[in-house]
């Protein structure tokens, strides 16, 4: 969970995940929203892979980037769990 909350807590990547919200999204068309150097994006990139926020499936020669919800949820859900019942 640590890996979650560590790549959450850079904007660049909580801008990603809002991206791909709407839908998978090529590399490419993700740092078409930056203006970044593809090696700084390609770290914010495994930041998100490692902490299984994202998911990447190779089309030919690009990576598309799908969310996963699932963690993101299951984040949430253990961050609510934290909370003191009695505030």
Do not use: C, Q, W
Request: glycine share 6%; net charge negative.
């Amino acid at each position: 969970m640590n890996a979650v909350f560590e790549a959450l807590s850079h904007p660049v990547r909580r801008r990603i995940l809002a991206l791909l919200k709407d839908g998978p999204l090529s590399a490419g068309e993700l740092a078409g929203h930056f203006d970044l150097t593809k090696p700084t994006l390609s770290v914010h990139f495994n930041k998100l892979r490692d902490a299984e926020l994202v998911a990447v499936e190779r089309r030919g020669t690009s990576l598309i980037y799908h969310l996963n919800t699932s963690i993101l949820e299951e984040a949430l859900a253990g961050l609510l769990s934290l909370k003191d019942p009695e505030t």
